[in-house]
């Protein structure tokens, strides 16, 4: 099994940047695919992006193309999540989340089995 756990969000204003981080133990982290969601109060809670166990193939929800970049860094047991541009409507609590290795689709969040205890990102306009 692997542990994660986030850190860096915080709060800040529109057109800021943050960068959030996914720490990773426990288990062999390049044999799992990563990813991030986010919830907002009220919402479900949504894909943001994901990146398959080598790096080699990520994806990206519409609302955060072109803005945000996933990560990672296998030697060092860990994920990102660069955030630029950052809108209002970006304000959630931001989860880590990784499975096994698998060809399923990065944003089908029931497929993943690991989750870390979120952390919150506001942008205040």
């Known amino acids: 099994q692997v542990q994660l756990v986030e850190s860096g969000g915080g709060s800040v204003q529109a057109g800021g940047s943050l960068r959030l981080s996914c720490g990773a133990s426990g288990s062999i982290f390049s044999y799992y695919d990563v990813a991030w969601f986010r919830q907002a109060p009220g919402k479900q809670r949504e894909f943001v992006a994901s990146?398959?166990?080598?790096?080699?193939?990520?994806s990206y929800g519409e609302s955060v193309k072109a803005r945000f970049t996933i990560s990672r860094d296998n030697a060092k047991n860990t994920a990102a999540l660069q955030m630029n541009s950052l809108k209002p409507e970006d304000t959630a609590v931001y989860y880590c989340?990784?499975?096994?290795?698998?060809?399923?689709?990065?944003?089908?969040?029931?497929?993943?089995?690991?989750w870390g205890q979120g952390t919150q990102v506001t942008v205040s306009s």
């Open positions: 990146m398959n166990w080598s790096g080699g193939s990520y």
């Open positions: 989340a990784a499975r096994y290795l698998t060809n399923v689709s990065g944003d089908l969040i029931s497929s993943y089995d690991y």
